[in-house]
């Protein structure tokens, strides 16, 4: 990497730190994204900060998890229940790797199963790099663009959550701020947290992921039910 790189990269200096760099430049060498300068922020969250890059005529969604500040504590109160990841040392960095790699696997077992999920495209350490959802910006979040036909969306959503269930997957984080209202259609996000149903605490997952939902679409005058909706998800496929 040359000095001027270096010296660009300052400009991020709370963000990245010389691994993340690495990590950057190893992904745009392999092709993942054009030029690691030209990157945009989208969000700086506490775990992780979100940003877009250039992929020739299209951009692609790069999330760094933050490997100082990141409360991995949380991280692993959430893994340490999911079969896959039984055995985890709480070790900060194994911790993050694994869950980037959890998100990742993830993202991809809902794609494969038809939901509305950004594509995984690749991940490396902590950096996990997707599909951008949007056009010249980034999609809003739910919480930001109500829909116009609430009872649409809301019905919509609940379908792509029953398909995360029929995947063996719940949610575990689902709310307005991660579902993205992309065209007036849900697409939901952030599936770091996202657990087989094997879980012991699945089924609490479930009812706080559709309470949650159910709460916002409420708050705006639809009738939702709560029990209903969660038969809904969890009956048998016809
Ligand atoms: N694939 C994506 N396309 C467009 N925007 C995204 C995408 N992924 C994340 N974002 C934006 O970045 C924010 C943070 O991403 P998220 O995955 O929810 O991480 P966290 O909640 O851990 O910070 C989202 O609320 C959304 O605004
Ligand atoms: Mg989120």
């Not at 993340?20 to 992780?48: C, H, N, W």
Request: glycine share 4%; charged share 30%.
């Amino acid at each position: 990497m040359s000095k001027i790189t270096r010296e660009k990269f300052k400009t991020y200096k709370d963000v990245f730190d010389e691994f993340a760099i690495r990590t950057l430049f190893k992904l745009s060498s392999q092709g993942y994204f054009d030029d690691p300068e030209q990157m945009s922020p989208v969000s700086i969250g506490k775990e992780s900060n979100v940003f877009w890059a250039k992929r020739g005529d299209t951009k692609v969604i790069l999330k760094i998890y933050r490997l100082e500040t990141c409360d991995f504590n949380r991280m692993y109160d959430y893994i340490k229940y999911d079969p896959r990841y039984t055995g985890l040392k709480k070790h900060r960095r194994k911790i993050i790797f694994a869950w980037v790699q959890r998100e990742y696997r993830n993202l991809l077992k809902a794609r494969q199963a038809g939901v509305r999920v950004p594509t995984p495209y690749t991940f490396l350490n902590n950096v996990l790099v997707e599909e951008f959802i949007g056009g010249k910006d980034a999609a809003p979040k739910l919480k930001d663009q109500v829909p116009r036909n609430k009872k649409k969306f809301f019905d919509e959503l609940v379908s792509q959550i029953k398909k995360i269930y029929n995947a063996g997957l719940v949610h575990a984080d689902l709310s307005h701020f991660n579902v993205l209202n992309h065209e007036e259609k849900p697409v939901i996000i952030d599936l770091s947290t996202c657990t087989p149903l094997d879980t012991p605490t699945s089924a609490e997952y479930l009812t706080r992921d559709v309470r949650n939902i159910c709460n916002f679409f409420a708050k705006y005058g639809l009738k939702t039910d709560l029990e209903k909706t969660i038969k809904k998800i969890s009956s048998q496929k016809v």
